[in-house]
């Protein structure tokens, strides 16, 4: 199981990483069950939205097959809407990649991609009423941390990008692997607030 983790300039951290943390657990545990690679459309740095700097190892010309891929979101998304290009190698990648995934307003992506329509979806609470305007025959749930509607799993705003991802595992590799990972990352959310 091949699974790419796109990265943009200003890509939201925890979008990408938090579901990297995820993945990369799976894959270090069970090598022989999941890889995970990150790329953008050219290889080298990149620079997130509160100033991390990110690494892409691969671009677009040598990702290689996937059968998943995960867009993050963040602020970069705003530039990928009008990003015809962009859209357009996403629209590719629903012809060949099997599983598409989306963490916050990477679902805004999709939705301009046309790969939304007719489908339920949902994103960060704040861009809700966006994915609707990109597209109204999308059934926006609000109140989803991630919809799984078969080829297109998309998730709400940052931090649920990791409940996709261990649902992702959970999907791809069992309920007792998911759980494995849930505890070696000790993720236990108790929010203190």
């Known amino acids: 199981m091949r699974i790419g983790i796109m990265l943009f300039d200003d890509v ?5 990483v938090g579901p990297w943390e995820v993945l ?3 894959a270090k545990s069970h090598p022989d069950e999941a890889e995970v ?10 620079l997130a939205a509160k100033g991390l700097r990110l690494v892409a190892e691969h671009g677009l010309s ?38 598409l995934t989306s963490v916050c307003t990477g679902s805004l992506v999709y939705a301009a991609a046309g790969l939304l329509a007719g489908r339920p979806a949902t994103t960060h ?8 305007e990109l597209d109204s025959s999308i059934e926006v749930r609000p109140d989803d941390r991630f919809v799984d509607d078969g080829d297109i799993i998309t998730s709400a705003g940052v931090s649920a990008g990791i409940d996709m991802a261990l649902h992702l595992v959970s999907r791809l590799a069992g309920a007792d692997r998911a ?3 849930r505890r ?3 993720y236990d959310p108790q929010p203190p607030i």
């Open 12 to 16: 939201e951290e925890l979008d990408a």
């Open 24 to 26: 990369a657990s799976w």
């Open 37 to 46: 690679v990150a790329f953008a459309r050219e290889a080298g740095p990149i």
């Open 62 to 99: 040598d990702v290689g097959p996937l059968d998943v891929l995960l867009h993050p979101g963040g602020f970069g998304t705003r530039a990928l809407l009008k990003d015809d290009a962009h859209l357009a190698w996403i629209r590719e990648q629903r012809a060949r990649v099997p599983l």
């Open 125 to 132: 609470w704040g861009s809700l009423d966006r994915l609707g």
């Open 179 to 181: 759980r494995e990972v």
């Open 184 to 186: 070696y990352i000790q």
